[in-house]
């Protein structure tokens, strides 16, 4: 059963999108508890409006932080895809950039960070530009994304949005055929975000975090108009119609069109508990479950391999290579193995240290994927 101020965050929450009408406080509201979990699930900016007044005082000077980094975002964001356009290269706005839009207020979505998809990748030329605009940038170019930054502004520009399996690969190949043309840039389409957000939300969920940001984007992708039977389909042929299907029903669950139910009920405690980010622990326990076959020994041993053994599809991603030259795989291993020796022992052994999880973590972590649906 969910606590007092759970039950009153929900209601903060469906109050914010005109479900309901504002709360007032319960008796004997633990305010310290509540806000924890306000601010640990990135949706202070959310509910700020609909708080009691003590609240809204308490969280004030921190709400106007966050609000003064939104309008930061904002300006950077549009300096940055208009330096990108006039270079010739071609970009997406990615995540929040975009989802904001669907809030009543932009600014009631809080974002980490500007995610930007961009094509042609070349990191020099980006790096060029990015300093132009006075972001630090870093040495050398990642795998996925590089990070840029300016003060309080973090940028995550990107080459590609996965690093997952074929059949999601498959669609990120198609993801530029589907753009539309928006004033004198491009976004995804609204099918592609959809995806692009259930994929990305998977990924996290199955390394044990959750989060009541992601559940009410969710609930906002899910009332779009757009083609609902593909983006089933799409998601069926990646095999993640399951986990599609209940983050959309625990989407409606949480914004109070449909009963809260047993699962419903463990998995936003799980994410009023651990946030938007997760933890240490959520994160090995994920790993550990996803790879188990079974036992807690097995999930810890196989994690452990794993960590250095990368699947096929990660190592792609790591070493592009690999996609002409498959048989390149063990001497890819094998740098990543010199990798760790030479450097990256002490953090590889944190990342192993699973000396303090137990059989009962491993139970909840099982209970919690199958109650995603994963």
């Not at 592609?192 to 989060?211: A, P, R, T």
């Not at 299907?245 to 409606?252: A, C, I, N, Y």
Request: some cysteine; hydrophobic content about 40%; overall charge neutral.
């Amino acid at each position: 059963m969910l606590t007092t101020e759970q039950t009153y965050i929900i209601m903060l929450l469906r109050a914010a999108f005109g479900q309901t009408a504002a709360p007032t406080a319960p008796e004997h509201l633990d305010e310290a508890a509540a806000e924890r979990m306000i601010r640990n699930n990135g949706i202070l900016l959310t509910v700020y409006a609909s708080l009691t007044s003590a609240l809204r005082d308490k969280l004030r000077i921190d709400c106007l932080s966050m609000a003064s980094q939104q309008v930061q975002q904002g300006y950077e964001g549009k300096q940055i895809m208009t330096a990108l356009r006039a270079a010739g290269l071609d970009c997406i706005g990615l995540k929040g950039w975009e989802t904001r839009k669907l809030y009543p207020q932009e600014t009631m979505r809080q974002m980490a960070d500007l995610d930007i998809l961009v094509r042609p990748y070349h990191f020099k030329q980006i790096a060029d530009i990015m300093r132009g605009l006075k972001f630090t940038v870093g040495d050398e170019s990642s795998w996925k994304h590089d990070n840029f930054a300016k003060g309080c502004i973090t940028v995550e520009m990107h080459k590609r949005l996965t690093d997952d399996s074929d059949q999601v690969r498959e669609w990120e190949r198609h993801v530029w055929d589907r753009v539309i043309r928006d004033g004198d840039g491009l976004r995804m389409s609204m099918e592609d975000q959809m995806i692009f957000h259930i994929v990305h939300m998977q990924k996290d969920f199955m390394n044990g975090s959750l989060g009541l940001r992601r559940i009410v984007d969710t609930w906002l992708l899910q009332r779009q108009e757009f083609d609902h039977d593909w983006v089933r389909q799409e998601m069926e042929r990646m095999g993640l119609a399951s986990f599609y299907e209940h983050m959309l029903r625990l989407s409606r669950q949480c914004m109070g069109e449909t009963e809260l139910d047993e699962d419903g009920e463990f998995l936003l405690d799980h994410a009023f508990r651990y946030g938007i980010y997760g933890s240490q622990k959520t994160y090995q326990m994920g790993r550990i479950v996803r790879m188990s076959g079974g036992s807690l020994m097995s999930g810890k041993i196989r994690s452990a391999a794993a960590a250095v053994f990368l699947p096929r599809p990660r190592m792609k991603a790591h070493f592009p290579t690999l996609e002409r030259y498959p048989v390149l795989l063990p001497y890819f291993w094998g740098k990543r193995i010199a990798r760790f020796l030479k450097g990256d022992v002490r953090q590889l052994r944190q990342r192993l240290d699973y000396s303090d999880l137990t059989e009962e973590d491993y139970r909840e972590m099982q209970r919690f994927s199958r109650a995603g649906g994963c």
